[in-house]
């Protein structure tokens, strides 16, 4: 949070995630990805907003992606993220998803993420 002059404001980035979340929640029936994404690394989980349960979860920190994609740009690990959580929740089942960004833009890292979800099979 940024403040100026004793008044907080939130960052931009906030600002847009939170009006993202007024509208896209998850159900049982459809659950919410969501992606977050530092300078160095990215995060994806399925959550269940009901039960307010984490379902599955990958990032570019996990052995799986590490190892693999030890010297590779961000992009590729990126895309090797979103085939992870794809591949983790059709072995728990589940198949329609909601996608939320996060509010980052639909663009670069993101995107990747998104794509290759779909590609593994997920469907949103």
Excluded at 92 to 98: A, C, L, S
Excluded at 107 to 124: D, I, N, P, Q
């Amino acid at each position: 949070m940024v403040s100026k002059k004793g008044v907080k404001r939130l960052s931009e980035r906030k600002v847009r995630h939170l009006r993202v979340r007024k509208r896209v929640t998850g159900t049982p029936q459809r659950l919410r990805l969501n992606v977050f994404r530092s300078s160095a690394h990215i995060y994806a989980q399925i959550i269940d907003d009901t039960k307010g349960q984490t379902l599955v979860a990958a990032s570019s920190i996990d052995t799986a992606v590490r190892e693999d994609l030890g010297g590779q740009v961000k992009m590729a690990k990126s895309q090797a993220v979103g085939k992870l959580i794809a591949e983790r929740a059709r072995e728990k089942g589940i198949t329609r998803v909601v996608f939320d960004r996060g509010g980052y833009l639909y663009h670069g890292r993101v995107k990747a993420v998104a794509e290759a979800a779909r590609e593994g099979g997920l469907e949103f």
